[in-house]
Structure formats: structure tokens, C-alpha cells
């Protein structure tokens, strides 16, 4: 057992001679046993990465290596790496048994009764030992996904790698799989990378998450990190929903200002815009609160223009000055109405701030 590490990794692709930069400089340690969650929007470099790993594709620059040695020039089958793919990517004329057993068939020379206890040992694991006679086409889409990571399992990989793997599944197998996907990896205690787009999966799956964005690496962090002390304004958005809410201020002195409202600094604060002319201002929905009192400071006359319910909660989307809109989220027993006015407060301890020209 060893770290994955991912020492300033790039990829170029020449797309019609334009340079397409998928993944830039990423440099990250993924520790033994430990669960990284890849997550950010579509096109963001997220399978490129995987797949270098898996050695599907090449590496334009830097290194990968497992422990200390360099993998990034070895062949796919040497690299003790088992991928789950969303597709499943199961052979449809095999039985589940025989897909389970096809991959350590290639991989190696155990006996065929070894390798017939160790696929039904793994079947047991996941649930599927009385399935294992029929064929992917008999089986429903979540026992499909056992029977695709059964077969890296049998592997006993140093690293499993997983490109959205639960993304086909309904919303209920989905959240029932993440948490049996997270036992399982933490019971084999194998090296797990793991992509998704889905922020709600990366926030509830991983030890760490890692953040990309247009090919380069924006935060690697627990969750909880990265939520409370996102490193820049693309975390700050990408992570919660619903999304922080985003106010953009000019910098005079101790207050903030724009055409609807302006925002006192406390001197703490205040050091943090210095020498900066322009800052996003960002509250997230939860922080924002409703108060009765307007005398309170940072309070703000605004009027309920949406309420959406959310399960045990509300998204109340509040106007004020002309089409200024944000979001608070409030508990479920509150009353609160479209077209009543409420005076909402954005307490200093929750907001964060942006330098605006860079986002950080
Ligand atoms: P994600 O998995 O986050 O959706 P990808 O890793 O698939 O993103 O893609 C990252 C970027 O690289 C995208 O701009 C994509 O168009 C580009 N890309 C991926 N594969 C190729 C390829 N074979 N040739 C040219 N460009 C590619």
C-alpha cells in the first residue's frame, strides 16, 4: 500500500492545432487508504485526470507515482489500478460470475478455484452471491454496479479509480450506494479516486476533496474546509446549495459599497480589503438571517419575492433596491410569504470576501 501522487501534472490535447490545456500543473498526494473525491463542472479536466492515472492516457507533463515509483510511464496492466466506469462497461454474454472472474483471469495466475472463492466471497460482500449465475441483461441498474465493482474488487487493487460510477442510478439507489460505496472502501481501506460533478456527492463521500476548474486544481480539502474556508469565489460557488449568494462592492475605507446598500467593516475585517479596491462580498443562504429587530447592525429592509420549500426548509429568495436578489434559507415552521417584507441580516462573523479581480 502506498500514496498517489500527482506531482505537477498537465495535459495538452492539440484539438485541429489549438492547444486544449485539460489538466494543468495538478499537484496532489492522495494518502494510502484515503478517498479523494474529484469534483467540478463538465469539461473541467476531471476524466482526463483519471485516466491518466489509469494510464489511458498520456502525460504531457510532470509525474504520477505510487509510494516512489514513477507510473506515469508504465503500461495500464502494470499499474495494480482497477477502474468502475458509469457506462458499467459489464461483457453482456458473460454471467455475472464470469465477469467478476474475468478481470483477475487476465490479471493473474491464480488457480481457478482460488479465484472461484474470492469472487463469491466479494458476490457475498456486496449482496449479489444469488445473482451470480445470470446475465447483466436480468439485472437491474444498481445490481449492475455491484457486479462493476465487484469485479474491481476481486482485483485487489492498490488504487481504485471511479468515473461517476453511481450517475445512472436513480436518486434513492444513488444516495443508498454512496453510503454503502463509502463502507465498503473504508472496510478494504484501498486508495480510492473518485469523480463526480455532483457537489452534494463530493461533500457527503470524501476524506478530502479535490476542486477543479478549467483544468487546474482549485482546493484540495475536507469538506468541511472547503465549505467553511473556501479558498477562492469559484469554491465559494460551487460548494452549498443552494449557491452563496455573491454581492459585488467597491472598497472605501471601512465600508463597502454598491448603488443598493453599503456594509460596515469592523477593523478585523477592514484588514482584509486593504489595498484592494473592489471585493465580492459572500454570505451563504443558511447565514443569512431573518430578524424582527432592524436596529440590530448589518440589517437590510428587503421583500420576500419566492418562498420554495426544500423538505424541512425554506429558500426564501429576498428583493431589495432594484432587482437585487439573494437567498435565505429558513427552518420549515416559520412563516414567512411572498410579498411580505422582512428585514434580513448579514452577520459579519459568516460573510467572506473576495479580492474581485481575482477572486481569492
Ligand atoms: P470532465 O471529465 O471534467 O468533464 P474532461 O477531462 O473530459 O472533463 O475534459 C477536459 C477538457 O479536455 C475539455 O475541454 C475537453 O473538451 C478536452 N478533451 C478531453 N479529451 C480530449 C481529446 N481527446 N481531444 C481534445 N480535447 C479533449
Known sequence: ????????????????????????????????????????????GKSTTLRMIAGLETVSEGQIRLGDERMDNRPPRDRDIAMVFQSYALYPH????????????????MADADIDAVVEETADM?????LLD????????????RVALGRAIVRDPEVFLMDEPLSNLDAKLRSQMRTELQRL???????????????TEAMTMGDRIAILNDGELQQVATPLEAYHRPANRFVAGFIGEPSMNFFEMEVHGDTLANDT?????????????????????GIRPEDVE?????????????????VEPMGNENAVYLEFGT????????GGMRRVEAGQSAVARLPEEAIHLFDAATGE
Open 94 to 109: 458473460m454471467s455475472v460470475r464470469g465477469n467478476m472472474r474475468f478481470g483477475l483471469e487476465e490479471s493473474t495466475d
Open 126 to 130: 456486496l449482496g449479489i452471491a444469488d
Open 1 to 44: 500500500m502506498a500514496d498517489l501522487t500527482l506531482d505537477h501534472v498537465s495535459k495538452f490535447f492539440d484539438d485541429g492545432g489549438s492547444k486544449v490545456v485539460a489538466v494543468d500543473d495538478a499537484s496532489v498526494t492522495i494518502e494510502d487508504g484515503e478517498f479523494l473525491v474529484l469534483v467540478g463542472p463538465s469539461g473541467c
Open 261 to 281: 446598500f453599503t456594509y460596515d467593516l469592523s477593523p478585523r475585517s477592514k484588514e482584509a480589503v486593504e489595498g484592494t479596491s473592489r471585493v465580492t462580498l
Open 323 to 330: 432587482e437585487r436578489r439573494f437567498v435565505a434559507t429558513v
Open 134 to 145: 445470470r446475465k447483466p441483461g436480468e439485472l437491474s441498474g444498481g445490481q449492475q454496479q
Open 290 to 306: 431573518l430578524v424582527s429587530d432592524d436596529e440590530l447592525d448589518h440589517t437590510y429592509e428587503t421583500s420576500v419575492d419566492v
Open 185 to 199: 472502501q473504508e472496510e478494504l481501506g484501498v486508495t480510492t479516486v473518485y469523480v463526480t460533478h455532483d457537489q
